[in-house]
């Protein structure tokens, strides 16, 4: 274990060390309240809204570059910025020297009551930049898939899509990142985080971030009290709303091993499953890197992908973290349930691996042990002749928790359903395969009789209940929809286009004709 040390990161313009400040003192706490770095507003403290956006920068593998992607400040703890670069609004441009982005948004008439203008910034020069490297040049529903984590109530979207697409315009003015690199270079020789103050609450915190996969391990075993923490996508809020406190933290991102994404050939892996390819994802890959992976390879998942969250939860939320966590609505869960995952378990220097639905007990419950922490999910890819969907029912179309999210999955052999995966959230205490659903189509013609026998046997295996996002009957209802919407888009003779079956795309085909 190294010697504690001071958090130390990047900002306006040079390295910054910060000690005795509480381990949960939050990025946007720090910017307004000691770095009196008051552009960065103060929304919702749960990383609904955007306000608070800011770009954090990561040095990459090879040392040369540095990858800047948009998160919100409110959830992030400070000491996950250890080794990072930190740029806020202020970085962006002054008042006698607009940035094009800031321009773009003044020209447009982007910004009324302002507030949460500081947020819509950062998200656009995020943009900009990636753009800018590419070479490309987004259209407005990408512009507006990558706003989706920021929200106006009084400008209205339109003139901050038009800015989003007018910054474009100009000569191409990007983040200098050569100090970045400098400077990160620099980091990247401190030790591995080892941070202590008192907490909120006045008691002893310590906050540990090793970067070795055999030292996390052990850390873990030898602290099994602690508190693994990747993005704070959840954890954050349990210290904003509920005023928690947290204990020793031990940090996940920091570990290189946990942040690969690798394929392998699935008989390396002694797979069962018939898939010409296992996709392996470490427990600390981020949500956006994650699906993204996913979805290049599943391309029906694409839409869960952009309805998950929004990009600033993504890019700091992993989906190592999202599965361990174990909420019976999250969308992670039914989706790799349904593609056949398991998940890979480490104590110290012992390994398991279980089917990721054996993994949870029961509600908020799951089969880790004292010590030990998942490490990574092996996800087969889908075998030749398989056929899946993945379906989120919300109240919105973004940003928005599920009421149900099915992922549905079958192997259609001479036209026999084999193999039947059937996925839910959001319909019982945790996620969980439709077994007697499966079963009523499993070796039968995939024809509708086959469809309305699974909708029907969907009694059998829930029993879903009334809250604030769905009653018990819209739930059984709807979910029995899901698996006829399925066989439309699945049978053989004139299948029905996923795209002609969503009330999203004939919203914006009226919109384009009108």
Not at 23 to 32: A, G
Not at 67 to 84: E, H, S, T, W, Y
Not at 108 to 135: L, N
Not at 454 to 479: I, K, N, Q, V, W
């Amino acid at each position: 274990m190294t010697a504690p040390r001071p958090i130390r990161f990047f900002h306006r313009g040079q390295l910054t060390s910060v000690a005795g400040l509480p381990p949960t003192t939050t990025v946007l706490q720090y910017l307004r309240e000691h770095a009196h770095c008051a552009g960065t507003k103060e929304g919702c403290a749960e990383g609904d809204c955007g306000a608070c956006t800011v770009l954090v920068g990561e040095l990459d593998a090879d040392g040369r570059s540095v990858a800047l992607r948009n998160v919100n400040a409110c959830i992030q703890f400070l000491p996950m910025l250890d080794g990072k670069a930190l740029l806020t609004v202020e970085d962006l441009g002054t008042s006698t020297d607009l940035g094009p982005v800031q321009q773009s948004l003044v020209d447009c008439h982007g910004s009324q009551c302002g507030f949460c203008t500081p947020g819509f910034a950062m998200t656009m020069q995020a943009i900009y930049e990636r753009h800018q490297a590419e070479g490309s040049r987004p259209d407005r529903q990408a512009l507006a898939d990558d706003l989706a984590g920021n929200l106006c109530r009084c400008t209205g979207y339109r003139p901050i899509l038009d800015a989003g697409e007018r910054m474009f315009d100009a000569p191409a003015r990007v983040i200098d990142r050569a100090p970045l690199v400098e400077a990160l270079r620099t980091l990247r020789d401190d030790p591995p985080l080892h941070y202590e103050a008192a907490s909120r609450a006045g008691t002893p915190q310590r906050v540990f971030a090793p970067r070795s996969i055999d030292d996390f391990a052990a850390l873990r075993e030898a602290q099994p009290e602690a508190r693994l923490v990747a993005g704070a996508t959840d954890v954050g809020l349990w210290v904003n709303k509920q005023q928690r406190e947290l204990g020793d933290v031990i940090l996940t991102g920091q570990v290189d091993a946990l942040r690969r994404i690798e394929v392998f050939d699935t008989s390396e892996l002694d797979s069962a499953h018939g898939s010409p390819a296992t996709l392996r994802i470490g427990a600390a890959v981020t949500l956006e890197d994650a699906w993204a992976a996913l979805s290049a390879r599943v391309p029906a998942l694409r839409e869960l992908w952009l309805r998950f969250a929004s990009p600033p939860v993504r890019h700091a939320g992993t989906l190592g973290g999202n599965i361990a966590n174990g909420s019976p609505i999250g969308d992670g869960a039914p989706a790799l349930i349904a593609l056949g995952a398991r998940i890979r378990l480490r104590r110290g220097t012992e390994h398991r691996v279980m089917p990721l639905e054996s993994f949870y007990l029961d509600y908020m419950k799951n089969a880790l042990q004292p010590g030990e922490f998942v490490e990574a999910l092996d996800v087969p890819m889908p075998a030749p002749g398989t056929r899946l969907r993945g379906y989120k029912l919300a109240k919105r179309y973004d940003s928005d928790i599920s009421a149900v999210c099915a992922v549905l999955s079958l192997r259609l052999e001479d036209g026999v359903a084999r193999d039947a995966r059937f996925a839910f959230g959001g319909m019982a205490a945790i996620v969980k395969r439709a077994a007697r659903a499966e079963g009523a189509v499993n070796g039968r013609a995939w024809d509708e009789a086959a469809s309305l026998a699974a909708a029907a046997a969907l009694a059998e295996d829930f029993t879903p209940m009334t809250d604030l996002r769905a009653s018990a009957g819209y739930r059984a209802r709807a979910s029995a929809n899901l698996i006829r919407r399925f066989w439309l888009e699945t049978r053989a003779n004139a299948p029905v286009a996923a795209e002609s079956a969503s009330v999203w795309q004939a919203i914006n085909l009226q919109r384009s004709v009108a």
